[in-house]
């Protein structure tokens, strides 16, 4: 399972990309991971599977957090610290996280989220909603950042987190059909997982969290053909 954020970039506030470079540089992953999972999940910064062999060949960089590239990056989008508040336009910016509220851990994921944005001056708020509540706002955009998971299929294909309907960041159908095609060759041992993972940075459809299975613990009890 896979868990990442998306960004709402039909709002001006966040259409530059550096807001979600801000963004990926700000979150500890690490301590999202042992608050909202008792580290029961592998935080990634990129949006492919860390026990994949590939990826581990790659020897990528094993976290990016640096608060002060975070806010580099903020100032380059226009949001800009004045006093303890971060403005754009002179304006105060608040964030509204959507977040299904029938998952315990993804709530406090979000909520792990916002205060990190608070750190950083942004105001932030989490909105829990119903799944239908929450499938609605994702459609209508009704939402600045948005917590979401996909079960993603045994080959680790990662088209279906391009598709609109899981990445709808407000931007044109196809923004990233040329990242999606790349993602399908990098499975394919035609793209270098580090070309991909670069030009992956470069655009940030969405901000990766982390990787988390599930397991079943069944007692002795129990009998039967499984």
């Known amino acids: 399972r896979f868990t990442f954020l998306v960004v709402n970039r039909s709002r001006k506030e966040l259409a530059d990309?550096?807001?979600?470079?801000?963004?990926t540089y700000l979150l500890d992953r690490n301590a999202l991971v042992a608050s909202a999972l008792n580290s029961f999940a592998?935080?990634?910064?990129?949006?492919?599977?860390?026990?994949?062999?590939?990826?581990?060949?790659?020897?990528?960089?094993?976290?990016?957090?640096?608060p002060p590239a975070a806010g580099d990056a903020f100032v380059q989008a226009g949001l800009v610290l004045k006093d303890t508040q971060r403005v754009y336009g002179g304006k105060p910016v608040t964030l509204r996280i959507l977040v299904n509220r029938e998952n315990a851990s993804r709530v406090k994921a979000a909520e792990f989220v916002a205060e990190s944005l608070r750190m950083a001056g942004f105001g932030a708020e989490?909105?829990?909603?119903?799944?239908?509540?929450?499938?609605?706002?994702?459609?209508?955009?009704?939402?600045?950042?948005?917590?979401?998971?996909?079960?993603?299929?045994?080959?680790?294909?990662?088209?279906?987190?391009?598709?609109?309907?899981?990445?709808?960041?407000?931007?044109?159908?196809?923004?990233?059909?040329?990242?999606?095609?790349?993602?399908?060759?990098?499975?394919?041992?035609?793209?270098?997982?580090?070309t991909f993972v670069?030009?992956?940075?470069?655009?940030?459809?969405?901000?990766?969290?982390y990787y988390a299975q599930d397991a079943l613990a069944v007692s002795m009890e129990v009998s039967g053909q499984f």
Not at 142 to 166: H, I, K, M, Q, R
Request: charged share 15%; proline share 8%; net charge negative.
């Open 198 to 209: 670069s030009n992956f940075q470069n655009s940030l459809p969405f901000i990766p969290l």
């Open 17 to 23: 990309v550096n807001f979600s470079v801000g963004l």
């Open 126 to 194: 989490v909105v829990q909603a119903t799944w239908d509540e929450y499938q609605v706002a994702l459609e209508t955009l009704d939402y600045d950042l948005y917590l979401g998971e996909v079960n993603l299929p045994a080959n680790l294909d990662l088209s279906v987190l391009f598709t609109p309907e899981v990445c709808n960041t407000g931007e044109l159908p196809g923004t990233y059909d040329l990242l999606r095609a790349e993602a399908k060759a990098v499975l394919n041992g035609e793209t270098e997982v580090r």
């Open 42 to 66: 592998d935080p990634v910064w990129y949006p492919l599977n860390p026990s994949w062999a590939a990826t581990r060949q790659a020897n990528l960089n094993p976290d990016i957090f640096s």
